[in-house]
């Protein structure tokens, strides 16, 4: 099978790239050039810019693909001008889209890929908190417009592996791994769903084998976790032990890891039946958190970009007492 992909080298699209390899893919990347030149090696690339609409290299391209995976589509332009540029040069588009997509309010625990989606935003280049999800529905509704039958949609939940550019888990891999009194600005039954890279990259090669159509929710881990819970297990595969300590929320940065208010709960209550049927595979949670901490040591542990520092954290919990 030859494959497109339209991102291929950051986190999920490297995982998406590196199963297909191993699946004996033909696979052609699209992207800047920016990182990870080192990886994959042999697989030809096309050099462009989303972000500013340069795609000659993907119109001048000779031949097609089987399928495309679009795993950097953010705004509807992103979409519509890749899509413009391959015309009827590929078979299957699938795009990876986002949790985000749904509605925020009246959807329960265990809701699937019929729930309500937010109302589309077309006309933004601005990704925040209220533009972010209505982007990706707009991006959904022009690629099934476009291909129909021919396409196929995969919405991750938060995202957990090794080349994580995020750093959300790997904040809690980290920190349980140093042990003791851990601050928590959240309730420990908020419930957490993590799905691993490596399982969601399974799942996209799998849909594209199948050719498969329609929407798929790409969340885990297998059974129901708590933000208690997945610190227990990132603790327990370090080897140390911790005591969740309560700070206020206002008294951390905004958007803490894996951190949710209670009223968007049910939003980590995912029903991931339908990917499950697909292919999508249950890596234990356990596995995530081992593989991460390894590759965050490898790397030298580099501060990452969200959650308390050592030392701030240590203020923190001398005023909870």
């Not at 050039?33 to 000659?56: I, Q």
């Not at 542990?301 to 005023?319: I, K, Q, T, Y």
Request: glycine share 12%; proline share 8%.
């Amino acid at each position: 099978m030859r494959i497109l992909v339209l991102g291929g080298t950051a986190f999920v699209g490297r995982a998406i790239v590196a199963d297909a390899l191993r699946e004996g893919f033909d696979v052609t990347l699209f992207g800047r050039g920016r990182t990870g030149a080192e990886l994959f090696p042999g697989v030809p690339r096309l050099l462009g810019d989303r972000d500013t609409g340069d795609y000659a290299a993907l119109r001048e391209a000779g031949g097609g693909w089987d399928a495309v995976v679009d795993v950097s589509g953010y705004v509807p332009r992103h979409a519509g001008e890749a899509m413009a540029a391959l015309g009827d040069r590929v078979g299957r588009y699938l795009f990876v889209s986002s949790q985000a997509v749904y509605a925020r309010s009246g959807v329960g625990p265990g809701s699937d890929e019929d729930t309500p989606r937010r109302p589309p935003v077309r006309h933004t280049e601005v990704l925040d908190d209220d533009t972010y999800g209505p982007a990706k529905v707009a991006c959904e509704d022009d690629v099934l417009a476009r291909y129909g039958d021919r396409a196929t949609i995969v919405r991750p939940g938060r995202v957990a592996g090794p080349h994580d550019v995020q750093g959300a888990f790997t904040y809690w891999v980290r920190r349980a791994a140093r042990g003791g009194r851990v601050a928590l600005p959240g309730r420990p039954e908020q419930p957490v769903q993590v799905v691993d890279s490596r399982d969601l990259a399974r799942l996209v090669v799998r849909l594209l084998i199948d050719d498969r159509p329609g929407a798929f929710n790409a969340v885990g881990p297998a059974e129901p976790t708590t933000l208690a819970e997945l610190i227990a297990v990132c603790a327990e595969v370090a080897g140390t032990r911790v005591e969740l300590v309560p700070v206020p929320p206002d008294a951390v940065p905004p958007m803490f890891p894996l951190i949710t208010p209670e009223a968007m709960w049910a939003d980590r209550q995912r029903s991931s039946a339908r990917a499950r049927a697909a292919g999508l595979p249950a890596t234990p949670l356990a596995v995530t958190a081992a593989d991460v901490l390894a590759w965050d040591r490898e790397r030298g542990e580099p501060p990452l970009d969200c959650g308390l520092s050592a030392a701030a954290e240590e203020r923190l919990l001398g005023v909870a007492g």
